[in-house]
């Protein structure tokens, strides 16, 4: 069993599906949904493990990143507004594109990118390459399922996965107790159904769980389980704009945004380009 130190972190815009995720009605002036951005935060985050201090940037102390993009920004030329690298920032840039995170990744410091060496899984290869993109390309569910516990077990990385038309619910509300979860295995597990995403949706995937007693025991007694963090739902701070300093506990209680799914079941949901996103420093 491999778990990663992650932290869920809830996408603060939008929503990948089409009704409204949160207590209040659908806006009509819903907007696209940072979920790729906040999974961005979540991989930031694991680089920040060690050393996880409050700061402005979501960049700060993370690994040879932090000194480059933590300096205060000042990209209207206002010298008194100072503007930092986080998830409000980071998807205005990247705005839910695929292509766009990994070219703002890729791209070489000199011309405004991270300076990352990028790594994808699709069944259909991209158009076009990002900069420092390298693709894999996979025939089935079962080679997805190879790069997922290649880079989860045996680089132990965290990575962000594309899923199209479904939507994880817990089937068991039973919380844990303190502020530890327990063990993937422990968790209770969450129903994967499907739901409209007209773009698409993003999740970060933190740890596999393999029981291989169901061969030759039993039925029931194995299985695959996967550890996903959810950006959704959203804080949906368009509609609501003073859950900036007081967001519902509902929304950010690190279970509701933490899910134990059955490997076999979620990836018939990867999308077909660019399923599985990760990177090298």
């Known amino acids: ?18 009704e409204s995720e949160g207590p209040m009605p659908q806006s009509p002036n819903q907007i696209f949904g940072s979920c790729l ?45 100072h503007l930092m690298w986080n998830q409000a920032t980071l998807h205005n840039t990247i705005y839910g594109s695929a292509q766009r995170l990994l070219h703002l990744l890729g791209s070489e410091r ?13 069944r259909t290869p991209p ?23 290649k880079f989860i077990m045996e680089e132990e990385r965290p990575v962000i996965a594309l899923i199209e038309n479904i939507a994880l619910d817990h089937e068991n509300h039973r ?5 530890h979860r327990p063990p993937l295995p422990d968790l209770p597990l969450s129903h994967i159904y499907e739901r409209p995403t007209p773009n ?11 029981n291989h007693l169901g061969i030759i025991n039993q039925m029931g007694m194995g299985g ?15 509609n609501n704009p003073s859950r900036l300093y ?15 799914v059955d490997l076999d079941k979620f990836v018939p949901g990867l999308q077909q380009t660019r399923g599985l996103i990760t990177f090298d420093l």
């Open 1 to 18: 069993m491999t778990e990663l130190d992650v932290r869920p972190i809830p996408q603060l815009y939008g929503s990948s599906y089409c």
């Open 37 to 81: 951005t906040a999974s961005l935060e979540m991989m930031v985050d694991w680089l920040k493990r060690e050393n996880r201090v409050a700061a402005y940037s979501s960049f700060r102390n993370a690994a040879d990143l932090d000194g480059v993009l933590t300096r205060q920004g000042h990209p209207n030329g206002d010298q008194t507004v």
């Open 110 to 122: 000199s011309d405004g990118g991270f300076g990352l060496m990028t790594r994808t899984v699709s």
């Open 127 to 149: 158009p076009s390459l990002a900069p420092g993109e390298t693709v894999e390309v996979v025939s089935s569910g079962k080679e997805y399922e190879y790069w997922i516990r």
């Open 175 to 179: 919380r844990w107790e303190g502020d």
């Open 200 to 210: 698409g949706h993003a999740v970060v995937l933190a740890g596999l769980h393999e």
């Open 224 to 238: 695959k389980d996967l550890l996903v963090l959810d950006p959704s739902p959203s804080i949906e701070l368009e």
């Open 246 to 260: 007081d967001p519902p506990q509902t929304l950010i209680d690190p279970m509701v945004h933490t899910h134990r």
